[in-house]
């Protein structure tokens, strides 16, 4: 059975911090990995992920997968009051279309 | 439409009754998907839609829920007897691709519509 495990679950730190979230996983036939942000409502999509050691970038954000030891991380400098949300971690198996979810990890950004 | 448009945004529903929830998709997004999340829990899978072709369900938790998608767009999820366990936030998602044999890419990706909670009183 497909599986996702991110840390930490929650996650309190004070603006202009930097944070690394974390996101392991176990799929059979591993196509994607996927980051998303959750505020209170719609996830919105941050990164796809599909080859080892290729990081991805948009702004403060960023995202790389280690497809050999199976995890991905997502990295938030500078952070903001804004990127206080949820963020989903989900990957998709060969052969299949669905997303299977980890837990999410809570940021908080104090001011 | 702009976005993927669920309604309604809340419902309450009373223990035993059966409700309809209603997804609208990006306009020409093949792929349709309903998750189910529950408080403080990542979304699961409950089915997928390939234009009107429903061919994955083996998410839904029982026989009680039924999805359709009669003419390739609009999706409605159904939950017949409500039971207090179906409490949840129920979001629809939809992508542009329909296949799943090319390596993935844009086209792969899942947009979510903002969501139905569910409470079953």
């Known amino acids: 059975e497909d599986k996702v495990v991110q840390s930490p679950l929650s996650l309190v730190v004070h603006e202009g911090d930097t944070v690394t979230l974390n996101c392991s996983y176990e799929?059979?036939?591993?196509?994607?990995l996927l980051w998303y942000k959750q505020e209170k409502k719609a996830p919105t999509f941050l990164f796809m992920l599909?080859?080892?050691?290729i990081e991805k970038k948009s702004g403060r954000l960023s995202s790389i997968l280690d497809k050999k030891e199976l995890f991905s991380i997502l990295n938030i400098t500078a952070t903001q009051t804004g990127d206080s949300a949820v963020y989903l971690c989900?990957?998709?198996?060969?052969?299949?279309?669905?997303?299977?979810f980890g837990q999410g990890t809570r940021l908080t950004i104090n001011p | 439409g702009a976005g993927v448009s669920q309604s309604p945004r809340y419902k309450v529903a009373k223990r035993g009754q059966d409700v309809a929830l209603r997804c609208d998709p990006i306009?020409?997004?093949?792929?349709l998907f309903w998750y189910q999340q529950a408080l403080g829990q990542g979304p699961e899978f409950l089915t997928y839609?390939?234009?009107?072709?429903?061919?994955?369900k083996s998410g839904l938790p029982s026989d009680r829920f039924f999805a359709e998608r009669p003419e390739g767009s609009v999706s409605t999820l159904k939950i017949q007897r409500t039971q207090q366990e179906d409490s949840a936030v129920y979001l629809c998602?939809?992508?542009?691709?329909?296949?799943?044999?090319?390596?993935?890419?844009?086209?792969?990706?899942?947009?979510f519509g903002a969501g139905t909670r569910l409470s079953v009183l």
């Open positions: 998602a939809s992508s542009l691709s329909g296949t799943s044999g090319q390596r993935p890419g844009a086209k792969n990706i899942q947009y």
């Open positions: 799929v059979t036939n591993f196509r994607s």
């Open positions: 599909t080859s080892s050691g």
């Open positions: 989900a990957v998709v198996g060969q052969g299949a279309q669905k997303l299977v």
């Open positions: 306009s020409g997004h093949v792929s």
């Open positions: 839609f390939q234009n009107e072709a429903q061919l994955d």
